[in-house]
C-alpha cells in the first residue's frame, strides 16, 4: 500500500546462440524491467541490433505513415484478431501490398497539391492585375518601350518627371500598396528602374499575354474547384480502403513493431565474442516463475546483489486509491525506497474536497457528471481524473449533509427551507457562515494531524536512506515544531474563549516551550541556525489549511447571493421577475458548480504537493516499464 | 454577527490588499511555470508548487480579517 512492489535485480547470462529465443520468452513474460547497459566495461560491449532490424524498422515506418491517414481514437477495439504465425508468414508481402496500393494514390494526392499552390501563387499575381484595369496585350510585346508593372509603396509619378518626360503610368491601390505600371522608352528604363527601386518596388511577371484577366481569374477557380473535389474524394478512397484494411494494419503494426523490439534488445544488452548479459529487475514474487520459464531456453538466471542497486518503483495500491496515481506521478515517480502517497491522498485529497464544497446539490451534480463523461472519454488518463472526481462528488454529498447545504439553501436550522420539524436541527458539522471560527479551528487540527503524517513518513524515508541520526536532526526535529505550533494555537483558543488577553500564559503555552527548545537545538546541530527562520514557514504551512474554509465560504457566498437576487430581488416582480430569476440562478448555480470543480480540486491539490508532500517527497524514481507489451491486435498460439 | 463598520472595512482591506499582493507575485511564477511546463510536461508538478506558494498570503489576510470580526 505505502510501498512500492518489492524488486530484485537480475541477470540473466547464455550464449549468443540462445539470444534470439530468450528475447522470445522475456517479450512474452512482460516482467523484466531492463537497466540499459552502459558499456563502459573494456570485455563486453553493447550489442548489435539483430540483422532484422533494418527491415523490420523499414516496414513498421512505413506502416506507421500509412495509418497516419486514419483518425483512430484510443479505444477502438479491432474486429478480428489475426495469430502471429499467420501474420510473420504474410507480413512482407502485405505491407508491400499495401504500399503500391496506397502510394499511387498518395502521389496523386501530393501533385493534385502542387497544382493548388501553383493556382494559388498565379492567382496573387492576378488579383492586382484586375485592380489596375490594364488588358494584358498592353503589358508586353514593345520594341522600343520598356513596361514596368508591380507593387511600389507610393506614388512615382514626380520622381520619374525628374528623370524623363517621355512616360505614361497607370496606379492603383492593392492591400495597402500600389500596383503600378510604368511605359518608358527603352533609353530611359535604366534611370526609371533605380527611382522605382528607391521606392521599394517588387515586379510582377505577367503571366498570359492575351485574354482577360477577368477570364483568367475565373478559369483558375474553377480548376481549383475541381481539384479540390478530386482531393476529397481521393482522401476518401484512401481512407475507405485503410478502414477495409484496418485491422490487418494495426495487427501488422503490433506484431512487426514487437518483432523489432525483440531485434533491438541486444542494444540494451551486454555482448562480448561468445556470450550475452542481461540486468534488469523482476517483482520479487514473480521470480521463480520468471527463472523458470527463462531457463527453459538454456540461459542461466541469477539473483544478484551488486553495489548498483536502483530498482524501478511500480505502484502497489488498492484499486480504490489506483486514480490517485495520476496525481501522485505528476508531481514527481517515488523512489523505490520512498514512501508511495497515493493511498494517503486517496483519503485526504475527497475528504479536502468536500470540505470545501460541501453542498448536497453540488455534490449530486458532480456524481452524474463524472459518471456520464467517463462513458465519453474512455482513455486512461481520463478515466482516472474521473474517478476522482466521483470521489470528490461522494465527499461533497457527505460534508453537504453535515453542512445543511443544499444549492446554498439552509437545510436544517432556524433558517430552514423545509420548515416545520427542521428547524429545531442543527447541522452535525455546524453553519459555515455562522460558524466560521469554530471550522476555522477544525481547519487547523486538520493541518496538524496531515502533516504530522508527512513528517512520520519523512522520518521513514531519511531513517532508511540516511540512518536515524539524520531523520531525527531532520525530520524529528520539524514534528516537534509542528506540535509547538499546535500548542501554541491551542493557547490562543483557549485565552480568547475565556475572554482574557489572548498571550497572557496558560498551560499550552508553557508545553510548548520545551519543544520548541528541543527543536531549536536539533536544527542548529543538523541544519545550521539559518533553518530557524523555517519555523514560520511551517507556521504558514499550517494556517494554509483554513482555505478549507475559505474556499468553502466563497462558494457558499456566491450560491446565497444568487438565491437572494433570484428568489427575493427579481421573482416577486411579476412575469418579466420570475423569467430573468430564473436564468440568473441557473447562470449563477453553473459558474458556481465550475468553479466548484476547479477551485477545490487545485486547492486540494495544493495542499498535497505543497503542504504535505515537501515533507517527506523527493521523488525522481524510475517508472517500472517492464520489457514486452500486452497484446491488443495480434494473438499469439500457445 | 453585528460588526462594527470600521472593522468590516479593515477585514475587507486585509483580504483584498494580500489578494493584491498574492497575485502580483503570482504573475511571473506562473508565466515561467507554463512556460517550463510547455517545453517539458513533466514540470506540471513542481510548476503548480511554485505558482501557488505566494497564495498563502490570502489566507494570512483571511485569518486576519476574520479576528477582526469574530473575537
Same mark, same amino acid.
Given at each position: 500500500m505505502l510501498k512500492p512492489v518489492e524488486m530484485v535485480k537480475v541477470c540473466i547470462v547464455g550464449p549468443k546462440d540462445y539470444f534470439k529465443s530468450t528475447a522470445e520468452t522475456l517479450h512474452r513474460l512482460n516482467v523484466l524491467h531492463i537497466e540499459d547497459y552502459s558499456g563502459e566495461e573494456g570485455y563486453f560491449q553493447i550489442g548489435a541490433p539483430l540483422d532484422e532490424a533494418s527491415k523490420l524498422s523499414r516496414f513498421v515506418v512505413t506502416l506507421r505513415s500509412l495509418l497516419s491517414y486514419v483518425k483512430l481514437d484510443g479505444v477502438y477495439e479491432p474486429k478480428k484478431v489475426y495469430s502471429v504465425s499467420e501474420l510473420s508468414q504474410v507480413a512482407e508481402s502485405k505491407v508491400s501490398e499495401l504500399e503500391s496500393m496506397i502510394t499511387s494514390k498518395?502521389?496523386?494526392?501530393?501533385?493534385?497539391?502542387?497544382?493548388?499552390?501553383?493556382?494559388?501563387?498565379?492567382?496573387?499575381?492576378?488579383?492586382?492585375?484586375i485592380a489596375l484595369?490594364?488588358?494584358?496585350?498592353?503589358?508586353?510585346?514593345?520594341?522600343?518601350?520598356?513596361?514596368?508593372?508591380?507593387?511600389i509603396r507610393s506614388?512615382?509619378?514626380?520622381?520619374?518627371?525628374?528623370v524623363t518626360?517621355?512616360?505614361?503610368?497607370?496606379?492603383?491601390?492593392?492591400?495597402?500598396?500600389?500596383?503600378?505600371?510604368?511605359?518608358?522608352?527603352?533609353?530611359?528604363?535604366?534611370?526609371?528602374?533605380?527611382?522605382?527601386?528607391?521606392?521599394?518596388?517588387?515586379?510582377?511577371?505577367v503571366p498570359i499575354k492575351e485574354g482577360s484577366f477577368q477570364d483568367k481569374l475565373v478559369e483558375l477557380d474553377r480548376e481549383e474547384v475541381e481539384l479540390r473535389e478530386k482531393l476529397e474524394k481521393l482522401r476518401a478512397e484512401i481512407e475507405a480502403l485503410e478502414m477495409e484494411n484496418l485491422d490487418l494494419m494495426l495487427a501488422l503494426e503490433e506484431h512487426l513493431s514487437i518483432e523489432l523490439e525483440k531485434c533491438e534488445l541486444p542494444l540494451k544488452a551486454a555482448t562480448s565474442k561468445y556470450a550475452f548479459i542481461i540486468v534488469g529487475y523482476v517483482p520479487k514474487e514473480k521470480f521463480e516463475t520468471f527463472k523458470q520459464e527463462t531457463e527453459k531456453n538454456k540461459v542461466v538466471v541469477l539473483e544478484t546483489k551488486d553495489d548498483v542497486w536502483k530498482p524501478p518503483t511500480a505502484f502497489k495500491n488498492p484499486s480504490v486509491a489506483k486514480p490517485f496515481e495520476l496525481l501522485t506521478t505528476s508531481f514527481s515517480i517515488p523512489k523505490y525506497t520512498e514512501v508511495d502517497p497515493t493511498t494517503v491522498m486517496a483519503f485526504f485529497f475527497p475528504i479536502f474536497f468536500g470540505f470545501m464544497l460541501g453542498d448536497i446539490g453540488y455534490g449530486v451534480i458532480l456524481i452524474g457528471l463524472s459518471l456520464w463523461l467517463s462513458r465519453i472519454f474512455k482513455t486512461e488518463g481520463w478515466q482516472s481524473l474521473l474517478r476522482i472526481l466521483l470521489y470528490s462528488g461522494i465527499s461533497t454529498v457527505i460534508f453537504g449533509l453535515g453542512f445543511g447545504e443544499f444549492f446554498g439553501f439552509e437545510l436544517f436550522g432556524?433558517?430552514?427551507?423545509?420548515?416545520?420539524?427542521?428547524?429545531?436541527?442543527? $447541522?452535525?458539522?455546524?453553519?459555515?457562515?455562522?460558524?466560521? $471560527?469554530?471550522?476555522?479551528?477544525?481547519?487547523?487540527?486538520?493541518?496538524?494531524?496531515?502533516?504530522?503524517?508527512?513528517?512520520?513518513?519523512?522520518?521513514?524515508?531519511?531513517?532508511?536512506?540516511?540512518?536515524?541520526?539524520?531523520?531525527?536532526?531532520?525530520?524529528?526535529?520539524?514534528?516537534?515544531?509542528?506540535?509547538?505550533?499546535?500548542?501554541?494555537?491551542?493557547?490562543?483558543?483557549m485565552n480568547t474563549l475565556a475572554g482574557i488577553p489572548v498571550f497572557s500564559l496558560n498551560f499550552a503555552?508553557?508545553?510548548?516551550? $520545551?519543544?520548541?527548545?528541543?527543536?531549536?537545538?536539533?536544527?542548529?546541530?543538523?541544519?545550521? $541556525?539559518?533553518f530557524l527562520i523555517e519555523y514560520l514557514t511551517l507556521l504558514s504551512n499550517t494556517i494554509s489549511y483554513?482555505?478549507?474554509?475559505?474556499?468553502g465560504l466563497a462558494s457558499v457566498g456566491f450560491a446565497i447571493a444568487f438565491n437572494k437576487i433570484a428568489f427575493e430581488m427579481l421573482m416577486p416582480a411579476g412575469i418579466v421577475g420570475l423569467i430573468a430569476g430564473i436564468i440568473i440562478l441557473a447562470l449563477g448555480h453553473f459558474i458556481n458548480i465550475l468553479l466548484g470543480i476547479l477551485d477545490p480540486g487545485l486547492q486540494s491539490l495544493r495542499l498535497h504537493y505543497v503542504e504535505f508532500f515537501v515533507k517527506f517527497f523527493e521523488g525522481g524514481g524510475i517508472r517500472y516499464n517492464p520489457f514486452g507489451r500486452i497484446r491488443k491486435y495480434t494473438k499469439e498460439e500457445v | 454577527m453585528p460588526v462594527e463598520g470600521l472593522v468590516a472595512i479593515g477585514a475587507g482591506l486585509a483580504v483584498g490588499l494580500a489578494g493584491i499582493g498574492a497575485g502580483l507575485g503570482e504573475q511571473a511564477i506562473g508565466a515561467a511555470a507554463v512556460g517550463a511546463m510547455a517545453e517539458d510536461p513533466e514540470f506540471f508538478g513542481k510548476g503548480l508548487l511554485m505558482t501557488v506558494i505566494p497564495e498563502t498570503i490570502v489566507i494570512f489576510g483571511l485569518v486576519v480579517a476574520f479576528l477582526l470580526m469574530f473575537i
Open positions: 498518395i502521389d496523386e494526392i501530393r501533385d493534385i497539391e502542387d497544382r493548388l499552390r501553383r493556382i494559388a501563387d498565379e492567382k496573387r499575381l492576378i488579383e492586382p492585375l484595369g490594364l488588358p494584358p496585350e498592353l503589358l508586353s510585346g514593345y520594341k522600343n518601350i520598356t513596361v514596368f508593372v508591380g507593387f506614388d512615382p509619378l514626380e520622381r520619374i518627371m525628374d518626360k517621355d512616360f505614361e503610368r497607370f496606379i492603383a491601390e492593392f492591400e495597402r500598396e500600389y500596383v503600378v505600371a510604368v511605359f518608358v522608352k527603352n533609353e530611359a528604363a535604366n534611370d526609371v528602374l533605380r527611382v522605382l527601386q528607391e521606392l521599394g518596388w517588387r515586379e510582377i511577371s432556524h433558517e430552514s427551507i423545509l420548515g416545520g420539524e427542521f428547524e429545531h436541527w442543527e $447541522p452535525i458539522l455546524g453553519n459555515r457562515l455562522y460558524d466560521a $471560527p469554530k471550522l476555522l479551528v477544525v481547519t487547523l487540527a486538520v493541518a496538524v494531524i496531515h502533516m504530522s503524517l508527512g513528517f512520520i513518513f519523512g522520518i521513514r524515508n531519511v531513517a532508511k536512506e540516511h540512518g536515524w541520526k539524520h531523520a531525527i536532526e531532520e525530520k524529528f526535529n520539524w514534528f516537534m515544531a509542528l506540535i509547538s505550533i499546535a500548542f501554541i494555537i491551542t493557547g490562543f483558543i503555552y508553557i508545553a510548548a516551550v $520545551p519543544l520548541i527548545l528541543a527543536w531549536a537545538v536539533l536544527t542548529v546541530m543538523g541544519e545550521g $541556525p539559518m483554513a482555505r478549507l474554509l475559505a474556499v | -
